[in-house]
């Protein structure tokens, strides 16, 4: 089992920016699948964005796409989202995932098997 640590979060105004970093106890992580997924309050989790273990491919959900961007550094075993122009509905908790038996960027929170404690994320108006 990998431990995932989140770093980042933080208090932002509206059309801010915030980096979040991930990172991983093992040396496994360049064949691993990872991911950022967020919870506001009294919502379900929701997928924010993936890549795979390459960092080739990448996917986001709409409500980020074009604002968020996901990347990771395997030598550093680290997956970084970059947050800007933040609004106020991006507020959660912002969790980073690891999922072991996918070769692509799955949204599906089934498909992750590790996952990191989160890290508060507040943008205010």
């Known amino acids: 089992q990998v431990q995932l640590a989140e770093y980042g979060g933080g208090l932002v105004q509206a059309g801010g920016s915030l980096s979040l970093s991930c990172a991983a106890s093992?040396?496994?992580?360049?064949?691993?699948?990872m991911a950022w997924f967020r919870q506001a309050p009294g919502k379900e989790r929701e997928f924010v964005a993936a890549?795979?273990?390459?960092?080739?491919?990448?996917t986001y959900a709409d409500s980020v796409k074009g604002r968020f961007s996901i990347s990771r550094d395997n030598a550093k075993d680290t997956v970084y989202l970059q947050m800007n122009s933040l609004k106020p509905e991006d507020t959660a908790v912002y969790y980073c995932?690891?999922?072991?038996?996918?070769?692509?960027?799955?949204?599906?929170?089934?498909?992750?098997?590790?996952w990191g404690q989160g890290t508060q994320v507040t943008v205010s108006s």
């Open positions: 995932a690891a999922a072991y038996y996918t070769g692509y960027p799955t949204r599906g929170q089934a498909d992750y098997d590790d």
């Open positions: 890549i795979s273990w390459s960092g080739a491919t990448t």
């Open positions: 093992e040396r496994i992580f360049s064949r691993v699948t």
